[in-house]
């Protein structure tokens, strides 16, 4: 008989990447500058962690896909419009701020409470997935705290692919320094994978799986549970966003061989 | 090839598509939707039992409505607007706009002529005797080269209104459509055209989506998923002047005897967050200005103070101002240069950018309002109001009108004929204010073909005297409006020029007529590519067409004005091989430019560029 896998899915909603991020000084700590204006998507890495834990699903009929996704219910519904439309699941939302900087610690209890209590999910047959980092203030351990609150010990990070094999094992592509991949084989399900961004392309959007969606989607939004993330052992002293490296240079003379020439080195200045 | 729902030649052989049945198809997610949505959704709640209210495509469920928007978000529209606000304040008396970010009340609003402080700006000889007097004037009258008239005319008057980022009203209304459970609204979602059929062929019988997994000229490639044809009894149409079903239907019905859209702008903005405000700054939340005069005197501009020391600074580049080399993005970082707006905006950041076109021909270019299982609404629907200069709040109503009339008639379990449309939503439109500030309007720019001055009088006629007294013109098509190339061979050598340098050839040209190169700060005076970056941020999935394509190219290739180039918003139209320009979908912001600056037509009406449907565009919520 075919394995037959519970896929739960971590992810949250950030603003949209291509939006001006400015950090700032609030009264609740640090913060993103008008975060509630922007628009939101879901968080990249872990919407690759999603779009490869739907082809898992597919490929073992019988299995399900839960997204557990934590942020203020009207965003999480704008951003669910789009999402909807590209995968099957069945969407566990979670009520929460959105902004600032939580303890990770917090974020990750309210998770594990969440998919503890996800009806029908068999531990036993649990891989939670999620990303490996954020597009905005990723803490780089939420994914870890839950798998350990859940008591699951294989963990693995980075991942660009998972190959499932017939006696149930798995084998893990994980990126290592350098640019190559470690390969591991895991006895079995449960387990944890942090992805990074996969190797499938983002799937079309199909209006009939968002329908489908939807009919469950609405109604879990109107029961979602508002939570308050309580995280105050954690004090940050500044945050700044990722320096932005940018040299434009104008040149009208120099050929292509040589524009090419100068950028190879460069790069192998590196 | 083959022909698709739009009647445009495709790369797409037929293929079997996916169905889905719905009660009501809608495209496009703008105010006019925005109205229709909230008022079907109001009446639902009020009798959420009504019989009226069930699904005939669906059994046993409610009403399915199902609205399609090209863009990827619900809150990347374009456009911060100050409006009256009286049709969506009747629809939300308890509108509170301190719950939508970005909104303000108006608090004042003041007109201005703006002298020309460069001495670039090209002016007629009543203007530049005009300009001198006021100089003559001296500071009694004008103050930072800006002449500001001492009252506002009633009929520019927005006063009770309210100042808006579209986006985030958009988003507001949006959500909480949604929270109601009735309409589902889908971003990302490129509706290709109308499916026609009946006897008649003009039948509207539902929408087809875009197909995707497709390579730029539609032809099938990895991953192609058909657009899935949705079949409704009702498709509303709210796809804005420029849009793909729109463009079908009157390309397929045709247009009312006597109306055509022929007037356009292009209208472009800035969201620049202001340094630190002092007490005494004029810039108080809420603050209108319109003005005049300058970069160009055709060209309008505006200001509007949002909350947050967020301010809107744009301008309105339209099709009558024939120059061949008329451009958009250079004109504004002129325009916010202007002494009357810099001393206020020096030092600001630039947060966000865009551009949209914007139908100007008001009743001359309303198309029929209705037929066989469809009704248009909002901007495409010719319902801006050009002597106002309003548009939102009248696509609101016309959204209001249409749904009114829908639930009259599923009440009356007739169907969405055109006869039955005509008697229930077309009346309730006639008789409203919208018709009737709109036929107050119908000639209000007329003057504005034979010159500024004429245009400026005509426009104070009309406005004066509520449209009773107004100037007739011939209003010539778009493409007509464009003047042949001033001086070919001075326009060769900056080609030559321009191409060296890699500058486009518009922008090479202003600097020789004298306007002076703009001193980048990289914050606020940036390069176009970086306001792309950095305002805009524009993005578009793999997998579509290109949404922008030529349709005789032998036209372009002997093309000399390149208008298109010159006004395309994104720089997404460059100098391609063989004089063809070449398109890139990636950075095409949807503005929809293209669609009438072109100085060439295969038919006598149309340009030569077709835009049809695309996915992609601003990914920003702050417009």
């Known amino acids: 008989m075919a394995e037959v896998f519970h896929v739960v899915v971590c992810a949250g909603i950030v603003p949209d990447p291509l939006q001006t991020l400015e950090p700032v000084i609030g009264p609740n700590g640090p913060g993103l500058k008008n975060e509630m204006v922007l628009p939101a ?122 190959e499932m094999r017939a006696d149930g094992s798995f084998e893990v592509l994980e990126r290592i320094e350098g640019g190559k991949h470690q390969i591991s084989v895991c006895a079995g399900v449960p387990a944890v994978l942090g992805w990074a961004t996969g190797n499938l392309a983002e799937p079309r959007n199909n209006p009939q799986t968002g329908m489908a969606n939807m009919r469950g989607i609405m109604p879990a939004l109107q029961k979602a549970k508002t939570v308050k993330l309580e995280g105050n052992t954690l004090h940050y002293t500044s945050v700044n966003l990722p320096a932005q490296q940018r040299e434009t240079r104008v040149e009208k003379n120099l050929s292509a061989d040589a524009i090419a020439q100068e950028l190879v080195q460069w790069i192998t200045a590196e | 090839m083959s022909v698709d729902a739009a009647g445009t030649e495709t790369q797409v052989a037929e293929c079997e598509r996916q169905r889905m049945d719905v009660d009501i198809a809608c495209v496009g997610f703008g105010p006019a939707m925005g109205g229709f949505l909230t008022t079907l959704t109001q009446q639902w709640n009020k009798q959420p039992d009504d019989p009226a209210f069930a699904s005939k495509a669906m059994p046993g469920m409610p009403l399915q409505v199902i609205c399609y928007e090209r863009a990827d978000d619900i809150a990347a529209g374009v456009s911060g607007v100050v409006t009256r606000a009286r049709g969506i304040r009747a629809s939300l008396p308890n509108l509170n706009p301190n719950e939508i970010p970005m909104a303000a009340a108006i608090t004042q609003e003041r007109v201005m002529y703006l002298l020309d402080p460069v001495g670039a700006s090209r002016r007629s000889l009543p203007l530049r005797a005009a300009d001198a007097m006021l100089r003559a004037a001296g500071r009694l009258c004008v103050k930072d080269a800006a002449f500001e008239l001492p009252w506002t005319p009633g009929f520019l008057h927005k006063q009770g209104g309210l100042v808006l980022s579209m986006g985030q009203f958009n988003q507001w209304v949006g959500s909480e459509l949604m929270a109601g459970g009735l309409a589902q609204i889908w971003p990302g979602s490129p509706v290709s055209g109308p499916i026609f059929g009946g006897e008649s062929g003009t039948e509207v019988q539902g929408i087809r989506l875009a197909d995707q997994g497709v390579d730029c000229e539609g032809t099938p490639a990895d991953g192609f998923m058909a657009g899935m044809d949705v079949h409704a009894p009702l498709t509303v149409v709210g796809d ?158 016309t959204g209001v009108q249409l749904a009114d009339a829908v639930v009259e008639l599923l009440r009356a379990e007739k169907p969405f004929t055109r006869e039955n449309l005509k008697a229930t939503y077309e009346v309730a439109r006639n008789a409203s204010w919208v018709e009737h500030d709109a036929e107050a309007a119908k000639n209000a720019r007329n003057g504005f073909h034979g010159g500024v001055v004429r245009g400026m009088m005509g426009m104070a006629l ?42 486009p050839l518009h922008d090479v040209i202003m600097t020789a007529r004298g306007w002076p190169e703009i001193p980048f700060d990289g914050k606020l005076l940036v390069t176009q590519q970086d306001a792309l970056l950095m305002g805009g941020k524009v993005q578009a999935m793999p997998g579509f067409a290109d949404h922008v394509t030529f349709r005789k190219p ?25 004089g063809v320009p070449a398109f890139e979908r990636e950075k095409c912001i949807h503005c929809g430019a293209c669609l009438w600056n072109c100085a060439h037509s295969p038919d006598g009406e149309r340009g030569n560029i077709e835009f049809r449907a695309g996915s992609g565009g601003l990914h920003s919520a702050e417009n």
């Open chain 1, 41 to 162: 998507v879901l968080d990249p890495w872990a919407a690759s962690s999603l779009y490869e834990a739907a082809q898992v699903v597919a490929k073992h009929p019988g299995s399900k896909l839960w997204l557990v996704s934590l942020g203020p219910k009207a965003k999480l519904q704008q951003v669910m419009m789009t999402i909807a439309q590209k995968v099957s699941f069945e969407l566990m939302p979670v009520d929460g701020p959105i902004g600032g900087f939580p303890d990770a610690h917090a974020t990750a209890a309210t998770l594990t409470e969440t998919i503890a209590a996800l009806p029908g999910l068999d531990r036993g047959r649990l891989l939670l997935f999620g990303g490996w980092e954020s597009a905005t203030r990723g803490a780089g351990v939420t994914l870890q705290l839950i798998g350990e609150l859940l008591g699951i010990t294989d963990q693995f990070q980075g991942v660009d692919q998972i």
């Open chain 2, 462 to 503: 009309a406005g004066l005297t509520r449209g009773r007294l107004s100037l007739k013109a011939r209003i010539p098509a778009a493409y007509k409006q464009i003047r042949a190339a001033e001086d070919a061979e001075r326009d060769d050598a900056l080609a030559r020029v321009a191409a060296s340098g890699g500058h």
């Open chain 2, 240 to 397: 804005g002047p420029v849009g793909a079903v729109g463009q079908a239907i009157d390309q397929r019905v045709g247009m009312p005897k006597g109306h055509a859209q022929r007037e356009w702008a292009l209208g472009m903005k800035m969201v620049i967050e202001l340094p630190e405000l002092g007490e005494d700054s004029e810039l108080k939340p809420g603050t209108v200005w319109h003005t005049f005069g300058y970069p160009e005197p055709e060209i309008f501009g505006f200001l509007y103070v949002h909350p947050e020391r967020l301010v809107s600074a744009g301008i309105f580049v339209p099709s009558w101002m024939g120059d061949s080399s008329r451009t958009a993005y250079r004109y504004l970082q002129h325009y916010i240069q202007h002494p009357a707006l810099w001393k206020h905006l020096k030092g600001g950041t630039l947060r966000s950018w865009g551009a949209k076109s914007l139908q100007e021909s008001g009743q001359h270019g309303e198309p029929f309002l209705s037929g066989d299982g469809y009704a248009r609404i909002g901007e495409g629907s010719g319902s801006t109001n050009m002597l106002t200069g309003s548009g939102v709040d009248e696509a609101w109503t």
């Open chain 2, 554 to 578: 032998e036209l372009c290739a002997a093309c000399a004005e390149k208008t298109c180039i010159a006004m395309c918003s994104g720089q997404a139209i460059t100098q391609g091989a063989g």
